[in-house]
């Protein structure tokens, strides 16, 4: 019973949110419509709660590091400082403040920028790393990437106009056919692991162990 409640409980749930993608809007069914329309309200107010327990995990984690004096307990100041300030000044005047603006226009985004762009250098230096060509997949990768870069990058038009049509239809076909069947596949991944969590095959979202 104790295993066998939650499972039960969330396959009622997930029948009836997927049924309301599906079902029409007549009135013999307008109990599934409300239904989802509520456990989807639930599921919004579950998410808040676990955003809040987070941020409460992340202060305390942090919290621990400063009085512990730890290597990088700077990171957390900074981190836990910051924390509170916008939590603070929202809840206190809202997202138009001055004050809240002026943090999340000058330190926040241009934060958020300069991670995004760094993550790209890494991008690059793996690609990198994954074009020494040792088999034929690999010259395969070479070339395409080095005919879509060439395609995209002005040089190439100047240098041949094959390089932007050969990179136009790279990305339209063999591009969108990959696309589509990873897509696919991990549509396929999705419904099979939800008919084993309706059938109790999968319990590993219990904490629970096969």
Do not use: C
């Amino acid at each position: 019973m104790k295993n066998s409640l939650p499972v039960a409980i969330m396959t009622v749930i997930a029948l009836i949110i997927i049924l309301d993608f599906f079902v029409a809007d007549a009135p013999s069914v307008q109990w599934i419509k409300q239904s989802g329309l509520v456990l989807r309200s639930w599921g919004i107010v579950i998410a808040a709660f676990a955003m809040g327990l987070g941020a409460v995990n992340l202060l305390r984690r942090h919290t621990v590091a400063i009085s512990r004096r730890e290597p990088e307990a700077l990171y957390s100041v900074v981190l836990v400082g910051s924390m509170v300030i916008i939590i603070i000044l929202g809840i206190a005047y809202g997202s138009d403040h001055p004050t809240y603006s002026f943090l999340f226009s000058n330190i926040l985004s241009p934060a958020s920028a300069t991670m995004y762009a760094s993550i790209a250098f890494y991008i690059v230096t793996a690609a990198y790393r994954s074009f020494h060509a040792r088999s034929f997949e690999s010259w395969v990768l070479l070339i395409t990437a080095v005919i879509v870069m060439l395609g995209k990058a002005p040089i190439g038009s100047v240098i041949s106009g094959f390089f932007p049509t050969a990179a136009d239809w790279i990305q339209a076909i063999p591009n969108t056919a990959g696309m589509r069947a990873i897509m696919m596949g991990a549509a396929l991944g999705v419904v099979s692991s939800a008919v084993k969590m309706f059938l109790g095959l999968d319990r590993t979202y219990l904490g629970l162990r096969d």
